[in-house]
């Protein structure tokens, strides 16, 4: 974790970069069930590869690139379905498919998961930029990535593209809306948030096109 106040340091460690040895996590003691469905929690990255200007996460997590193996992710898995008998999974991870590496190991993990017999529900995170861009180019990377999810938690925080190139979000407006239509059509529930800073309430206020734009975006 690294940070800094008045430019010195205030704590500067080595991050942990074989995620593999971190040690399962128990929950005896925390027993999460929603809708009688018992859920499992798993983190298996650390960091996301964007820089968007509103977001803390490459601050607090450092160094990106740090990703459990799909070996160690179905281990851990397996180990809360045996223990607590989760079946439905939210992965905590920032960004979990931030590239198409990433949607690769997403199809070993849920072979793996096939191997073991598990049946089992994930909530994902991800960038709509990859999910539209495989949509068009490798659909069937995309089925096999995403078939065990039907769940997913996408950032789109604004419908303007200068606002959305202000934020340095590599995601424009277009690329969002196909990528949510290629996650509908699959048959997957979207969850969505939209981010309200300063400028953009600022903005609304002058600007009632973007403001209906972007309401008209919510009611959609
Ligand atoms: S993609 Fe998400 S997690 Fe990554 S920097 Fe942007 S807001 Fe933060």
Redesign the pocket.
């Known amino acids: 974790m690294e940070g800094e106040k008045e430019g010195e340091p205030i704590i500067s460690e080595e991050p942990l970069l074989n995620l593999d040895s971190i040690p399962f996590a128990n929950y005896d003691s925390l027993k999460p069930s929603v809708l009688g469905i018992q859920t499992g929690s798993i983190f298996t990255s650390f960091s996301?590869p964007?820089?968007?200007k509103f977001?803390a996460?490459?601050n607090f997590t450092g160094a990106h690139g740090r990703r459990m193996s799909p070996k160690r992710v179905v281990e851990e898995i397996t180990h809360q379905n045996k223990g607590w008998g989760s079946t439905f999974f939210n992965y905590g991870d920032?960004?979990i498919l931030p590239n198409e590496a990433s949607f690769h190991k997403m199809v070993e993990i849920n072979n793996l998961l096939d191997k073991m017999g598990l049946e089992l529900d994930f909530f994902l995170s991800c960038?709509l930029d990859i999910i539209a861009r495989l949509d068009r180019e490798n659909p069937q990377l995309l089925d096999h990535a995403l078939r065990k999810a039907n769940i997913f938690f996408v950032?789109v925080e604004n419908v303007n593209n200068k606002i959305l190139f202000s934020y340095n979000k590599h995601l424009s407006s277009d690329n969002a809306k196909r990528g949510i239509d290629a996650l509908l059509k699959r048959g997957k529930m979207c969850r969505n948030i939209l981010l309200f800073t300063l400028l953009t309430i600022l903005i609304s206020i002058f600007c009632i096109k973007w403001f209906s734009k972007n309401i008209r975006y919510i009611l959609s």
């Open positions: 996301c964007f820089r968007c977001c996460n490459y920032s960004t960038h950032g």
